[in-house]
C-alpha cells in the first residue's frame, strides 16, 4: 500500500484520538492511591483555548491543558511557532490564545496550572525556551535570572509587543505554563496508558487501551463532559476492562530521557551523569564511581518506594543499557517477594510466566590470570573474541572465561518470546552456578549481548552466585560497573 501525507480531514482524525488517548490516561489518575483528583472534564465550557484536558484536584490548582498533535516533525516548538497566526482570517497565535485563556481563567478567581502537551519536538537553539524547567516545564522561574541584554530577554521583549501586554503580565503566564513537549508518538502514549491501566489493576493490550479511548470518545460524542470516580468504575465494570493483576512502573532513564517519565510512580533520572551529548554516546559515567555510589543507591531506594505503595508488581521502562537493566532485576529480585515485567518488542516479558525449556551451548577458554571466573552471555551477538582480548589485555585475575550460548543459535531472535526469556535466565542462573562451584571462585565477573528484558528477567533471580561484577559494553571495549555482594 502506497503511504502519503494525511489529508487535513486524516490529520484531524489523528489529532483527536490522541487527545482522547491522553485524556483517558489522565482520568486514569481517579484510580490511583491517594490521589487528589476528583473530575476530569473534556471539551471543558468557559475554559478559553486551554478546554481540551481539564483536571480537577483537591490540593493543589486545577490543570487546564491544550493538546497539539502533529503528524510529522516539520514544525518544531520556537518562538516563532508561538507567535504566528493561524490560517484563518483573524486567527490568533498560540501565545495570544495562550495569554487570553489566562486572564480568562485568572477573572473567575482562579490560577490554574496550564499546559502545552504535544508530540512536536522543542527547539533546543531558541533563546527563550531552552530555558525551559526541567522539572515543571515553564518559562518563567529561569528567564527572570536572565540578565537584560541577553537573547532570552531580547525574545521576551518580542513577545511582549506581540501580546500587547505589560512584562509582569506575561512573566505571571510563563511561570505558570507548563510546556511538555517532546512527547512522543501515538505508540509511545499508548505504554504510559497501559502501564497505568495495569496499576489501577485494568487489563493492559494495545485493544483495552483503545476500549479506554473509546469511553472517552463516548462522552465527547453525547456532550458529557465530566467524568468522576464512580462513573469512571461503572464504565470499567461495563466495557469489562477489570484484571487480576495490577502494577507499579518504575521508570529509569539512564541514557536519555523518555517521553511520560512522570508516569511512574517512581522515576530516576540519570542522564547527567553519563559522559556523551547523545543517547549512542552514553555509556560510560562521568565519575565511574557512582555506579556503586550512586545510581545502585538509586535503585535501592526506588524498589523500597515501590515496595511501599503494597504492590509487588512491577512494570520497569526507560533507556538504560544491559549494566542497569540487570541491576533494575538485581534490586527488584524474586527473594523479596518481587515479580518484575517489561515490554519487549511490543510483548510484555514477565518473570510470572511459565518459562520454556531451554538449552545453552558451553565455550570454554584458560586465562590462568587469577582465582576469578569471567563469564559471557552471548545470546543477541557472540562475544567470546571480545571478551577473552579485554580479560587479557587488562590481566583481568580469573581462570577462566565460560561463555554461555543459545544451543540453537546466537542472534536478535534467539528468544522469540517470553517463556523463551525466562527460562533462558533460569538456564544461565544454573549454568553459571555450577561453573562457580567447579572452579572454586568467589568473584564472577559478567558480561553480556541480550534483549533487555532478558537481562532484567536474570538479575530477577541472581543469587547464590557469589560477588559479582557486571561490565558493560563501551564497543570497542569493556568497563565494570555495579559490584553485587555474593
Given at each position: 500500500?502506497?503511504?502519503t ?13 490522541y487527545q482522547h488517548?491522553?485524556a ?14 476528583t473530575?476530569?472534564?473534556v471539551e ?8 481540551d ?6 490540593s ?17 516548538v520556537?518562538?516563532d ?7 484563518g482570517?483573524?486567527s490568533?497565535?498560540?501565545l495570544?490564545?495562550f ?6 481563567l485568572?477573572s473567575?478567581?482562579t490560577e490554574?496550572?496550564?499546559?502545552l ?7 533546543p ?5 531552552k530555558?525551559r524547567s526541567?522539572t515543571?516545564?515553564t ?16 525574545v ?5 509587543k ?13 511561570c505558570r505554563?507548563?510546556l511538555?513537549?517532546?512527547q512522543?508518538?501515538w505508540?509511545d502514549?499508548v505504554?504510559?496508558v497501559s ?10 493490550a494495545?485493544s ?18 465530566t ?27 539512564a541514557i536519555?530521557?523518555?517521553p511520560?517519565?512522570d508516569?511512574g510512580?517512581v522515576r ?10 547523545e543517547?549512542?554516546a ?15 543507591p538509586?535503585l535501592?531506594?526506588?524498589a523500597?518506594?515501590l515496595?511501599a505503595t ?7 521502562r526507560g533507556y538504560?543499557?544491559l ?14 517477594q518481587?515479580?518484575i515485567a517489561?515490554?519487549q ?9 511459565v518459562p ?7 565455550t570454554v577458554?584458560?586465562?590462568s590470570?587469577?582465582p ?11 562475544i ?9 589485555q ?6 577462566r ?32 552456578r555450577?561453573?562457580?562451584r ?5 568473584r ?16 530477577h533471580i ?17 568497563s565494570?560497573?555495579f559490584v553485587?555482594?555474593?
Open positions: 500500500m502506497k503511504t501525507r494525511a489529508s487535513a480531514s486524516g490529520a484531524r482524525i489523528q489529532g483527536d484520538d488517548l491522553y483517558w490516561w489522565q482520568a486514569l489518575r481517579l484510580l490511583t492511591p491517594e490521589t487528589d483528583v473530575q476530569i472534564e471543558a465550557l468557559s475554559a478559553g483555548n486551554v478546554d484536558v481539564v483536571v480537577r484536584r483537591t493543589g490548582p486545577d490543570e487546564y491543558t491544550q493538546v497539539k498533535y502533529s503528524v510529522d516533525a516539520s514544525k518544531p520556537s518562538s511557532w508561538f507567535t504566528t497566526s493561524g490560517a482570517a483573524g490568533n497565535s498560540p495570544e490564545r495569554m487570553a485563556s489566562w486572564q480568562h485568572k473567575k478567581g490554574p496550572d496550564l499546559l502537551f504535544t508530540n512536536r519536538v522543542l527547539d537553539t531558541d533563546p527563550i525556551l530555558l526541567g515543571a516545564g518559562l518563567g522561574q529561569r528567564l527572570a535570572t536572565e540578565g537584560p541584554r541577553s537573547s532570552a530577554r531580547k521576551l521583549k518580542q513577545w511582549v506581540h501580546l500587547g501586554v505589560t512584562e509582569p503580565e506575561l512573566m505571571d503566564l510563563l505554563l507548563g511538555k513537549t517532546d512522543g508518538s505508540s502514549l505504554t504510559v502501564d497505568r491501566m495495569g496499576y489501577a489493576g485494568l487489563r493492559t494495545e483495552d487501551v483503545e476500549i479506554g479511548v473509546a469511553v472517552i470518545r463516548a462522552m465527547v460524542k453525547s456532550g458529557q463532559r467524568l468522576d470516580r464512580d462513573e469512571l468504575r461503572v464504565e470499567i465494570e461495563r466495557r469489562g476492562l477489570g484484571s487480576e493483576k495490577s502494577y507499579s512502573t518504575l521508570v529509569v532513564e536519555d530521557r523518555a511520560w517519565s508516569a510512580q530516576i533520572d540519570w542522564v547527567d551523569l553519563f559522559e556523551g551529548d543517547p549512542r552514553r555509556r560510560q559515567l562521568r565519575d565511574p564511581q557512582d555506579w556503586n555510589r550512586r545510581l545502585r538509586d535501592v531506594a526506588a523500597k518506594a515496595k503494597g504492590n509487588d508488581r512491577v512494570m520497569i538504560m543499557r549494566a542497569a537493566w540487570f541491576m533494575c532485576g538485581v534490586e527488584l529480585p524474586d527473594t523479596r518481587h515479580q517489561c515490554k518488542k511490543g510483548q510484555l516479558w514477565s518473570s510470572e510466566i520454556a525449556a531451554f538449552k545453552l551451548a558451553e577458554v584458560d586465562l590470570q587469577g576469578d571466573l569471567a563469564v559471557g552471555l552471548s545470546v543477541t551477538n557472540a567470546t573474541a571480545d571478551v577473552v582480548s579485554y580479560c587479557k587488562l590481566n583481568l585475575p580469573a581462570a572465561y565460560v561463555d554461555l550460548s543459545p544451543q540453537g543459535g546466537v542472534g536478535p531472535l534467539s528468544l522469540p518470546d517470553a517463556a523463551a526469556a525466562v527460562g533462558w535466565a533460569h538456564a544461565a542462573r544454573e549454568e553459571i555450577a561453573a562457580v567447579d572452579s572454586g571462585a568467589r564472577v565477573h559478567l558480561f553480556m549481548s541480550a534483549p533487555a528484558g532478558a537481562a532484567l528477567l536474570l538479575g541472581w543469587n547464590r552466585v557469589g560477588t559479582t561484577v557486571v561490565y558493560e559494553d563501551l564497543s570497542p571495549g569493556y565494570s560497573t553485587i555482594p555474593g
